[in-house]
Each structure stands twice: as structure tokens, then as C-alpha cells.
């Protein structure tokens, strides 16, 4: 099962919108539903932001909202804040005796 | 609150073991499925094992099986990571994770991470 592919890294000023994208295959994001998006600040442990696609766990900001089409699923980030700015991953389930596999990782930098 | 708290991270000379514990609290151990997530120095993650509430069903990432096993003590509320073999490419910070909804990978706590540093 190989990696989900996401973009090394993008940027955006406050106020803004950015969106991640991460594209895997037909027998993992095209197939589930079940991605996930996780925010890791340096030095920290990832955050859960998005699952099931577009689900917010309780106390995340409704400025984080995910999508899915075909293969490639999606983190929408508007109004970006300083704070915002981490590294973001996601994830999907696979099925397989492999259960989840990550993207390599998007570093976001609030400019 | 949720907490999970990993231990016995350290340097260890290829080829050697080592036992990874993971303390939850918080919250019923004994109901939910648990994960472990790796992090290589400036890397990305790596998913490496999971186990059932009951330990009935275990998972191994490729990279690691034959090599890693996965367990837990649910009268003891902890998680184990039994690592033998150890390879360079082992070296990474270790994350248990709970899986919130069984038989779906979806990781909502994490512990802070215990390093393993594999080196001769």
C-alpha cells in the first residue's frame, strides 16, 4: 500500500483560504470514506481535524472543512490564522491487512 | 480526561529489543481498539499496529511483522509494543493513539510520544 500523496507544502496570509489536497488510489480514498486530517504542531502529537471526509470532531473551528472527489480527498482552511500553521496529514483507510495509510505530510506556513 | 501516557523509549543497539508500554486513563481502555503511529526524525507518519478491545484481533504494518507485536493488558488499562530485531530504520518517535470507533482507523487521542533511537 503506498503513501497518500500530498503537496510538500503551501502557504497563505491571515484571512485567507488554502486548500490541501491528498490524492491515493481507487482501493483507498476512492473507495472510503473514512479520510482523516490531522494537524501536528512541532514538537507536539497530531490533532485530530477532519474524519469520515468532512466531520468535525467537537471543538474544532468550522474554518477546517474537508471534501472527497474521485481519489483525491481535500482540507479547506479559511480565514487562516498564525496559529494555523503546522504540518497536516491525512489518512485513509485501506481495508486491508494494512489498515490506514498517511500522506507524506503538508508543511503550511502563514505568511 | 483522556490521557495516554507512553514509556520505554531509548537507545538500543540493532538487533536488540524492546518493550513499549502505553498508560490510558480517562476513559473505558477495555472498550476501544488502540494504535500504534510512528515518526521518524523529520518525517511523516507511519501507522504500526493495532489490536481489538479484546486484543482478539491483531494488525501488523508489513515493515514490521514478524518483528513487532502488539498487545494489551485491559485489567491494567495499557498497551504494549513488544519490538525485537531493531533495525536503524526503527528509529522514530512511537505514538499510542485510540481508534474511535472500532474497526475504523481513526485516531481522536494521542499520547505525547516515546523515542526509540536504534543505534550501534
Known amino acids: 500500500q503506498s503513501a497518500l500523496t500530498q503537496p510538500a507544502s503551501v502557504s497563505g496570509s491571515p484571512g485567507q483560504s488554502i486548500t490541501i489536497s491528498c490524492t491515493g488510489a481507487s482501493s483507498d480514498v476512492g473507495y472510503y470514506d473514512f479520510v482523516s486530517w490531522y494537524q501536528q504542531h512541532p514538537g507536539e502529537a497530531p490533532k485530530l481535524m477532519i474524519y469520515?471526509?468532512?466531520n468535525r470532531p467537537s471543538g474544532i473551528s468550522n474554518r477546517f472543512s474537508g471534501s472527497k472527489s474521485g481519489n483525491t480527498a481535500s482540507l479547506t482552511i479559511s480565514g487562516l490564522q498564525p496559529e494555523d500553521e503546522a504540518d497536516y496529514y491525512c489518512s485513509s483507510f485501506t481495508g486491508s491487512s494494512t489498515r490506514v495509510v498517511f500522506g507524506g505530510g503538508t508543511k503550511l506556513t502563514v505568511l | 480526561q483522556v490521557q495516554l501516557v507512553e514509556s520505554g523509549g531509548g537507545v538500543v543497539q540493532p538487533g536488540r529489543s524492546l518493550r513499549l508500554s502505553c498508560a490510558a486513563s480517562?476513559?473505558?481502555?477495555?472498550?476501544?481498539?488502540m494504535n500504534w503511529v510512528r515518526q521518524a526524525p523529520g518525517k511523516g507518519l507511519e501507522w504500526v499496529a493495532a489490536i481489538s478491545y479484546d486484543a482478539y484481533n491483531k494488525y501488523h504494518a508489513d515493515s514490521v511483522k514478524g518483528r513487532f507485536t502488539i498487545s494489551r493488558d485491559n485489567s491494567k488499562n495499557t498497551l504494549y509494543l513488544q519490538m525485537n530485531s531493531l533495525r536503524p530504520e526503527d528509529t522514530a518517535v512511537y505514538y499510542c493513539?485510540?481508534?474511535?470507533?472500532?474497526?475504523?482507523?481513526?485516531?481522536?487521542?494521542w499520547g505525547q510520544g516515546t523515542l526509540v533511537t536504534v543505534s550501534s
Open positions: 480517562g476513559f473505558s481502555f477495555s472498550s476501544y481498539a
Open positions: 469520515d471526509v468532512s
Open positions: 493513539a485510540r481508534e474511535a470507533v472500532a474497526g475504523l482507523p481513526t485516531f481522536d487521542y
